[in-house]
């Protein structure tokens, strides 16, 4: 376990940051458009973090609503730029070298809005694969691969929009994978799924793309017993920066026997860790049910949905 310190140099590994820090300015109201002056305020949710994850570990970073994970994921996916600090993924750096940065890592979020719904899954993979520049049977090899991994063959030809929660956050898992990335960037995975649904998402990252895969996975989470059961170490991220890191149970082994991952959160941020509300989103659309994994399958009834929104 190791307190997070200052200072230090950028080295070889997956991922490297050295005083990383981003600052939103507050927006200028009509007075400072007047006097041509910042605006008072701003936020710094990524504050002089240093942190470096290892080849093929599964890293986590724990914290609640508004600590800062999804900005400082976007700055690693170099979807943000940061204001201070320095960054490497995969040995490139964020700023100078965001092409390779994004040739070589792939991004799970919970955003469905970004997929085509019209399209069936299969055509949104195809759709996804082609803006990487693979030749059309590369690109038709690929999602056929990744629609078995994700276990979505079956429901390869639905349309998007028939897709229970759990599958649309598989499919953003698939599309993560198209580029075969070194590094996968999953911002709360199980976030819009129930217990049950995001039980069976946890299972299949474990198995699928870290065991079978060993991909190098950075995962932010406001899940505790996703940090324990994904983790191989977790940072308890706060008010943008890391307060302490280590593997689940060392962490909780620190604070005495019986102590849970909710009390070192407790003890490092003197905050309680509120779970995110679930989401209810479903974990089963309509015409599809679970089977004895957790996972949706379509029923009967699905053909008679009205196809066109
Ligand atoms: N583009 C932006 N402009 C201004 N402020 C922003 C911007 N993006 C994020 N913020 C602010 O940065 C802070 C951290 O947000 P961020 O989304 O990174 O946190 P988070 O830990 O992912 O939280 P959540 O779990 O609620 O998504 C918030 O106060 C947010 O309002």
Redesign the pocket.
């Given at each position: 376990m190791t307190r997070a310190s200052g200072g230090g140099t950028i080295a070889d590994n997956a991922i490297e940051m050295v005083n990383l820090t981003?600052t939103?300015?507050a927006?200028r109201g009509i007075a400072d458009l007047v006097h041509r002056r910042t605006a008072a305020g701003?936020?710094t949710?990524?504050d002089g973090v240093d942190l470096a994850v290892e080849e093929g570990e599964v890293f986590g970073l724990l914290?609640?609503?508004?600590?800062?994970?999804?900005?400082?994921?976007?700055i690693l996916c170099t979807l943000?730029l940061p204001t201070a600090g320095a960054a490497k993924v995969n040995g490139y750096d964020v700023v100078k070298e965001s092409g390779r940065v994004r040739e070589s890592i792939g991004l799970v979020t919970t955003d469905e809005r970004s997929f085509y719904w019209r399209l069936t899954g299969r055509q949104n993979l195809e759709f996804f694969g082609s803006l990487h520049n693979f030749s059309t049977d590369d690109g038709r090899e690929m999602v056929e691969e990744l629609l078995g991994v994700v276990d979505l063959k079956d429901a390869a030809d639905v349309r998007f929009l028939n897709y229970s929660a759990g599958m649309k956050q598989r499919m953003a898992i698939a599309r993560g994978l198209l580029n075969d990335p070194a590094v996968l960037f999953m911002?709360?995975p199980t976030?819009s799924l129930d217990p049950g649904a995001a039980e069976s998402l946890r299972d299949f990252i474990r198995k699928e793309i870290v065991g079978s895969r060993g991909k190098t996975i950075f995962i932010?989470t406001?899940n505790l017993a996703e940090a324990e059961e994904l983790c191989g170490r977790v940072a308890i991220?706060d008010e943008?920066k890391i307060k302490v890191i280590g593997s689940p149970n060392e962490l909780k082994a620190s604070l005495g026997d019986g102590s849970k991952l909710s009390d070192v959160f407790l003890h490092y941020t003197g905050k309680r860790f509120e779970e995110?509300g679930r989401a209810g989103a479903g974990a089963t659309a309509p015409g599809f049910r679970p089977d004895r994994r957790g996972f949706p399958h379509r029923g009967g009834g699905l053909g008679r949905r009205r196809g066109g929104v």
């Open positions: 981003k939103f300015a927006p701003g936020v949710p990524v914290g609640p609503n508004g600590a800062g994970k999804t900005t400082l994921i976007k943000v911002d709360e976030r932010s406001h991220f943008g995110r």
